[in-house]
């Protein structure tokens, strides 16, 4: 079992960045491919990105695509998400997920429900 917790998140003016981080616990974080996703309100869960066990294969909503980068540190148990150029109808509450594979894979995953575990998510609000 993995427990994630998410930081970073606040409150940024259009056009600018931040950086989320989603630490994980536990020896096998190496073992799981992970995911950001965001919930605006009164709006579906959404995916935003998602990287591969190693790091070496990612993906990207194309709403994001181009302006968030996600990556991932295992010897820190970290996966980060960095936010640029933001928009405000990026604001939404930002969760990351971890899948788990069994074997040593390149997947990546984007819809939600192909995720095991979830972080209790970060607000971020872009003013205009």
């Known amino acids: 079992q993995v427990q994630l917790v998410e930081s970073g998140g606040g409150l940024v003016q259009a056009g600018g960045s931040l950086r989320l981080s989603c630490a994980a616990s536990?020896?096998?974080?190496?073992?799981?491919?992970m995911g950001w996703f965001r919930q605006a309100p009164g709006k579906e869960r959404e995916f935003v990105a998602a990287i591969s066990q190693s790091g070496g294969s990612t993906y990207y909503a194309d709403s994001v695509k181009g302006r968030f980068t996600i990556s991932r540190d295992n010897a820190k148990n970290t996966v980060y998400l960095q936010m640029n150029s933001l928009k405000p109808e990026d604001t939404a509450v930002y969760y990351c997920?971890?899948?788990?594979?069994?074997?040593?894979?390149?997947?990546?995953?984007?819809?939600?429900?192909?995720?095991?575990?979830w972080g209790q998510g970060t607000q971020v609000t872009v003013s205009s």
């Open positions: 536990g020896r096998t974080f190496s073992s799981y491919a």
């Open positions: 997920a971890a899948k788990y594979d069994k074997y040593v894979t390149t997947f990546y995953y984007a819809r939600g429900n192909e995720y095991d575990y």
